[in-house]
């Protein structure tokens, strides 16, 4: 499978059909994934989504907290239509307490997020977001949660409903992790020389799958 070969960013500004505002947040997007939340530059952020004051981030969104907030709102969004046909098949199969298909709804979804590059800029950001806002109860990131994914994180921990809150968390992020590093270090294109992307896709939801459903054994008496 390839790796994904990070592209100039100054040769290709966002459209200016998107608008300011999601202008800024792709552009925030693409720079945090490669910089991480405090080293991507809100001057070159204005400046990737082509907007001319060098404070636009402060203008539309008050700060860089704001601004990742809406970033991750924006991509959850995007995603609710996609999670909510697949609750429903999942729903009318009898699946919804099937930990690999609950698996499928929480991460397939951000297989559709490709940049203007056609690189998977969403997870490098997502990974950025989950080490800074990991939360401290299950499915807690940020502000809010949109209402699919939320339906799906609570189908999640009825299955998890052994384990502790805090495990159910940390194994929840770190299976995010797992997921999201596939989509950072590979494109989509199949290669003859190489692992198929879907083929990856499945191998690491069923490490997902095996990770999440773990005996757990406290080391307390």
Same mark, same amino acid.
């Given at each position: 499978?390839?790796? @994904?070969?990070? $592209?100039?960013?100054?040769?290709?500004?966002?459209?200016? #059909?998107?608008?300011?505002? &999601?202008?800024? /947040?792709?552009?925030?997007?693409?720079?945090i994934?490669?910089?991480?939340?405090?080293?991507a530059?809100?001057?070159? /952020?204005?400046?990737?989504?082509?907007?001319?004051?060098?404070?636009?981030? =402060? %203008?539309?969104?008050?700060s860089?907290?704001?601004?990742?907030q809406? /970033?991750?709102?924006?991509?959850?969004?995007?995603?609710e239509?996609?999670?909510g046909?697949?609750?429903k098949?999942?729903?009318?199969?009898?699946r919804?307490?099937?930990?690999?298909?609950?698996?499928?709804?929480? %991460?397939?979804?951000?297989?559709?997020?490709?940049? *203007?590059?056609? +690189? %998977?800029?969403y997870?490098?950001?997502?990974?950025?977001?989950?080490?800074?806002? $990991?939360?401290?109860?299950?499915?807690?990131?940020?502000?809010? &949660?949109?209402?699919?994914?939320?339906?799906?994180?609570?189908?999640?921990?009825?299955?998890?409903? +052994?384990l502790?809150?805090?495990?159910? *968390?940390?194994?929840?992020?770190?299976?995010?992790?797992m997921?999201?590093? @596939?989509?950072?270090?590979?494109?989509?294109?199949e290669? +003859?020389?190489?692992?198929?992307?879907?083929?990856? &896709?499945?191998?690491?939801?069923?490490? @997902?799958?095996?990770?999440?459903?773990?005996?757990?054994? #406290?080391? =307390?008496?």
């Amino acid at each position: 499978m390839a790796r @994904i070969a990070p $592209q100039p960013l100054a040769k290709a500004g966002i459209p200016a #059909s998107h608008g300011a505002k &999601v202008a800024l /947040i792709l552009a925030g997007e693409l720079l945090i994934a490669r910089n991480g939340i405090e080293g991507a530059s809100l001057r070159e /952020i204005a400046a990737q989504a082509g907007q001319r004051n060098h404070h636009a981030v =402060q %203008y539309h969104f008050g700060s860089r907290e704001s601004l990742v907030q809406a /970033i991750f709102d924006y991509r959850m969004d995007q995603m609710e239509a996609t999670r909510g046909a697949m609750l429903k098949a999942a729903e009318a199969a009898g699946r919804l307490s099937d930990l690999r298909t609950i698996a499928d709804i929480i %991460y397939r979804p951000q297989i559709e997020l490709i940049d *203007q590059f056609g +690189d %998977y800029s969403y997870a490098g950001f997502l990974s950025a977001y989950l080490l800074r806002y $990991q939360g401290s109860r299950f499915g807690q990131f940020g502000d809010r &949660v949109a209402p699919n994914l939320a339906r799906t994180l609570g189908l999640l921990r009825a299955c998890l409903a +052994d384990l502790p809150e805090a495990v159910a *968390q940390r194994r929840l992020v770190t299976a995010s992790f797992m997921f999201l590093n @596939i989509l950072v270090i590979h494109t989509r294109d199949e290669s +003859d020389d190489g692992e198929r992307f879907e083929d990856a &896709v499945e191998d690491t939801l069923g490490q @997902i799958v095996a990770a999440l459903s773990a005996p757990f054994s #406290s080391a =307390q008496t």
